[in-house]
């Protein structure tokens, strides 16, 4: 049964796949026949060519422009084939999986420079922290993740799942969860959710990546109401978070729902750009990056769509985000089949692989010791200078009262006849 249905959803990814290669060379051709009768026109090889029919020279906007058509048709078919090449990878997914178990921190740094793993700040837990908008679908995915290394398959969810976003609070408090569970590997960290003002999000990313983030800690923004604040800081307990272990993050999850972003795909009004300004805005921030590797994005909510609604929303996020939509864009939907088992485990694998590549190295022993000494000359010369200001002060002071002195000591005896 299982074989059965894993030769149908081949089929029908093959079907969509011809379907959208049809639909993408219809456009295509209907676009260059408009440029035929605007006196465009093209040859053999699709190159276009101004002026007239036969002419040898192109211009340089149509040279362009068909270097790019090209290129978008190129990335089309590579998504469409990360479809494909699933099924044909089935059969690693358990020894996938045992990487991720097996995953130790700093497991996968590279020697780079002559430098080895004791040359580097390791961390006991690798820390990766997800991010996004409002019924993303971040809580669903660490679910999701959970359950691809759960030994149980009875085990009730661990996230908090909104069910109605529009009136749920969501997540106001950071949510720590080890993968798999009772391992101290590598952690996901739920969060508060992104919101309209891209500032907004800067701040409270800033916040996490510089201080670190802790399980159970309330997250609450500047611009949130006072009737919010109430209620959030009802929910939280005074000793939730003080005996949890604040943790540096390591790496960043960026989710988005797949139907919102095809939405305002298709949109083009005030709330659309709006839209598009912050999702760009907030993951172009530098404390979502380390060094040059950007987060990863992954888009939910596949299941309710085709497989060529599924490619577009990569490849328009790719050209959004400025990253490569086949290799750094994970598309995740809700369903259970192994195919998104290994598409999970594909994108943990990449997350922990650059965690480990930007891992910190190690303050040396001389290095402490220069900046104590620096430190205690800073603060020795700081102690100098309050002294001699204390110096200067006691003798301004004794000067003062030898000069009152002076003044006071008149004989009035001598001067009496004055009065």
């Not at 084939?81 to 996968?108: F, V």
Request: aromatic share 8%; proline share 3%.
């Amino acid at each position: 049964m299982n074989s059965l249905n894993h030769h149908l959803f081949n089929l029908q990814l093959y079907l969509e796949s011809l379907i959208s290669l049809w639909a993408f060379n219809w456009v295509r051709d209907a676009n260059l026949k408009m440029k035929v009768d605007q006196g465009t026109v093209v040859n053999r090889e699709n190159v276009f060519v101004s002026g007239e029919l036969g002419s040898d020279k192109t211009s340089p906007a149509s040279r362009d422009y068909e270097v790019d058509q090209r290129r978008k048709s190129a990335v089309f078919m590579q998504v469409l084939q990360s479809y494909d090449q699933l099924s044909t990878r089935i059969g690693s997914l358990r020894e996938a999986k045992n990487r991720i178990s097996s995953y130790t921190p700093g497991a996968w740094i590279e020697n780079i420079g002559a430098m080895k793993l004791n040359a580097y700040d390791v961390p006991k837990t690798t820390s990766l922290i997800l991010v996004g908008p409002k019924g993303s679908g971040k809580s669903s995915l660490i679910n999701k993740i959970s359950k691809v290394f759960e030994d149980d398959k009875f085990a009730s969810e661990r996230a908090q799942v909104t069910y109605n976003s529009s009136v749920g609070d969501g997540t106001y408090f950071l949510q720590e969860y080890m993968i798999p569970r009772g391992s101290n590997s590598f952690c996901l960290y739920d969060t508060r959710s992104l919101v309209d003002n891209a500032s907004d999000n800067v701040k409270m990313i800033r916040q996490w990546i510089t201080y670190g983030v802790r399980h159970g800690e309330l997250v609450i923004r500047k611009s949130d109401s006072s009737s919010l604040r109430n209620r959030m800081k009802c929910k939280a307990r005074k000793d939730d978070c003080e005996a949890s272990e604040r943790r540096m993050v390591n790496f960043v999850i960026f989710v988005l729902n797949g139907l919102e972003v095809l939405k305002f795909m298709e949109g083009d009004g005030d709330a659309e750009q709006q839209y598009t300004q912050m999702i760009r805005a907030t993951f172009s921030s530098p404390y979502l990056s380390f060094k040059d590797d950007k987060p990863v994005v992954v888009v939910t909510h596949g299941d309710m769509l085709s497989i060529n609604d599924r490619a577009r929303i990569r490849i328009y996020l790719g050209e959004l985000l400025g990253i490569p939509p086949a290799k750094q864009i994970f598309d995740i939907p809700e369903s259970c089949e192994p195919e998104n088992e290994l598409v999970i485990v594909d994108m943990l694998r990449y997350c922990l692989e650059h965690a480990d590549r930007n891992l910190p190295r190690k303050i040396s022993a001389k290095t402490k010791i220069i900046g104590l000494a620096s430190e205690s000359s800073t603060h020795l010369l700081t102690i100098i200078m309050i002294l001699i200001l204390l110096t200067l002060l006691k003798i301004l002071q004794n000067h003062t009262c030898h000069a009152s002195k002076s003044d006071s000591g008149v004989d009035w005896h001598s001067v009496r006849h004055i009065w």
